[in-house]
Structures are given as structure tokens and as C-alpha cells.
């Protein structure tokens, strides 16, 4: 027999519009949600039903990170020394490291190497409330290694009580000794179509970038996708605006993310499109940016906008999405409530996950339960974890 909880005494931000509903109550069977909405009018519920009275705490859908590449191999600390010592990240990349280190150090690993620390970063996700971390290849740019990378990005959810969402980036880098071209026709697709045969790809993504493809490049791996029938998504107008995100929106793809060089124009595509603006503060911060996303285009277009860690080796080492928020509300503006938004509700559709983000009947129970009273002191406080327990397929427990 399924398991019904009753969650009592709950402050619910359910995502849904409806703002903060003070003494919540929250009716989970097994692992969906029953019924939620203020106990005065929550229905007549047996009196042996299990009862969690969390004494007034916040409750949330638990959250969502949907841009990582968790899985690599390596670290990238001497780059981050050159950096600081003004170097910048395009001549870094240029110069041979960046990317490309990371491929190598990936290409170097085993699975078991590789999945004992990924596990490690998802652990410190899963700690913060997160139920579902999207995972993106891309350190491989050959099919066996981009094969193993989402190998082990699947391995994550048997190992841990987490959804992992993997997204093929095979068009991440151009390896040094290839051209783009030739390496996009006989190694990116080829990949593509063999990590798809093996059902390891749920979205397909590329970096659209002077460093990397061009837009009529990624046009050809976004045609690819479309025949094998894969939602895509972008990295686009990162360091330089070069038509990613209207590329992306004429896909109709699920998200275009970074895009600090993005402008109004872009935002009305991608709204138009429902394509979700995904906002990485971590790089930005990371790699000293000063042109920031064009968060007010986004507010009057009503492009939904998501917030991610983003976590890599390279442009944003970031572990918690909970500094995520913090970071998008100090430095492009969000407020507590978008950030909110960005990591539940608004990073569920950048998955194309109709399921959780919000809490509602019918969805999945997967939720975080906060040492807190309102929202806003999620993002907040920073560089602390107010986590008091998650909620992950209906079963409790970090
Ligand atoms: O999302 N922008 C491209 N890709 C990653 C960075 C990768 C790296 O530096 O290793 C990003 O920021
Ligand atoms: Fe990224």
C-alpha cells in the first residue's frame, strides 16, 4: 500500500501564483502530490493518516538546477590564477586550456573516477533541497567519452535520490586538431546519433560562440536533433552576441542560457517561442563580466527566466544553487521571488518537465521543507543552508 503523509503547520510557496499560503497543509500519496492549499479547506483526511507538523516552516517544490556539467574530470585552478593575474578566458581557450584541459583530464578518467565526483557535487546539490540536476557531456568531444559522461551522469540517479535530466553538448569545443566543420560532420553527429541509440540523451545542447560554433554550425546540429526528435538548448551571447538566442528561439528550443550579450530583441523571440532565459551568475562572476543579461527585456516580454549553477570546472566551480540565487538577485537584479522562480517552476520548464517546480496535485512530491518563515531569506543569507528536510519521490529525509 502507498504511503499518505500529511504535511500540517506549513508557510507553502506553492510557484503557482498564488504568493505564500500560511498554515498549509500538503496531502502526499506515495509519490504525488494528493492535495495542497490552506488546512481550513484541505477535506476531510482519516485521523491514522501519518502526520508531519513542520511548525510553520517554509515549504517549497524542492529545487531544480538545470545547467551543469557536474561530470568531469580535473580542476582548473591554475587557470583561475591566471586569471586573477589578468589573463582572460578566451586566451586561455585559445591558448589551448580552458575547454580543452578539461577534455583531457575527462578523457583520462574511468567511469568509477568520474562518478566518485560527480557524486560528491550532487551531493552537495541534493543537500541544498535539489531533486533534479540537469548534466551535460562536453569534455569528451569524442563519442566514447561523451558516451561515458552521460554514462555516469545516469549513474547518479541509481546511486542518489535525485532526477538527473542529460543533455548531449558534443558541440561544446573544437578540438585543436580538427576544423569545426569536419569535426561537427564526423565526430559531433556520429556521437550524437550513437549516445541516442543507447537512450542516454534527453536534450541536445551546443555553445554558440566565437570560441566555439557559429550559428550556422549549431543550425546543422539543431537539425540533427530535430530528426531524432530532442528538445535542444543553448549556450548563447556568452562573451559576444552572435544571434544564438534567435537561433535558439526559431528552434523553439527549451532554453538559451548565459546570455549576457543577449538584447531586447532576443528576449521577444524567445518569449514568443517560450524558450526560458537561463541566467548563470556564477560565470559571470567567476569571469569578472561586466555586461550583465538583459533581465528588465526579459520582465516586460515575460520570457520566463531560470537560475543555475551552471557547475564547472572552468568559468563557474559553484556548488550551491542556493548562492545561485543569492548571486542573480545581487548582481543581475532578480528579485527573492524570480530567483524562487528560477530554480523551481521556471528551471522546470527550461527541462521541458511538466511534473515538478510547483507544488499542485498531480505532481510529483518532491519537495524542500526550510528553517525558514519566508522566501526571501533563501537567497538571502548566503554561503548557509537553511535546508531542514527534503521530500524526494514522497519519501523524507535529506
Ligand atoms: O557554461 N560556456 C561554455 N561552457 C561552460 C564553461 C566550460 C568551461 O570553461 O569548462 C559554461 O560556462
Ligand atoms: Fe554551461
Known sequence: ?????????????????????????????????????????????????ERLDIAGRLVTPALIDCHTHLVHGGERSREFEMRMQGESYENIARAGGGIASTV????????????????????????????????????????????????????IAEERPVRVKTSFLGAHSVPHDVGADAY???????????????????????????????????????????????????????????????????????????????????AANMAAAGTVAVLLPGAYYMLRQKHRPPVEAFRQHKTAMAVSTDWNPGSSPMGSILLAMNMACVLFGLTPQEALQGVTCHAADALGLKDCGRILPGLRADLAIWDAENPAELPYRFGYNPLYARIFDGGTGV
Open 104 to 155: 583531457a583530464a575527462t578523457r583520462r578518467e574511468s567511469e568509477a573516477d568520474l562518478l566518485a565526483s560527480a557524486l560528491r557535487r550532487a551531493d552537495n546539490l541534493i543537500a541544498e533541497g535539489v531533486a533534479v540536476i540537469e548534466i551535460k557531456s562536453g569534455y569528451g568531444l569524442d563519442t566514447d567519452t561523451e558516451m561515458r559522461m552521460l554514462r555516469v551522469a545516469r549513474r
Open 1 to 49: 500500500m502507498q504511503r499518505e503523509l500529511l504535511i500540517i503547520n506549513a508557510s507553502m510557496s506553492p510557484m503557482t501564483g498564488d504568493g505564500i499560503v500560511r498554515d498549509a497543509a500538503i496531502l502526499l500519496h506515495g509519490g504525488t502530490i494528493a492535495w495542497a492549499g490552506p488546512a481550513s479547506d484541505c477535506p476531510e483526511i482519516r485521523a491514522s493518516i
Open 184 to 266: 561537427l560532420d564526423e565526430v559531433c553527429l556520429p556521437a550524437l546519433n550513437a549516445a541516442y541509440a543507447a537512450g542516454l540523451v534527453d536534450a541536445v545542447d551546443g555553445f554558440c560562440e566565437g570560441i566555439a560554433f557559429s550559428p550556422s554550425q549549431i543550425g546543422k546540429l539543431f537539425s540533427r536533433a530535430s530528426i531524432l526528435g530532442l528538445p535542444v538548448k543553448l549556450h548563447a551571447e556568452q562573451l559576444s552576441h552572435l544571434g544564438g538566442a534567435k537561433l535558439a528561439a526559431a528552434h523553439g528550443a527549451l532554453s538559451a542560457d548565459h546570455l549576457e550579450y543577449a538584447d531586447e530583441s532576443d
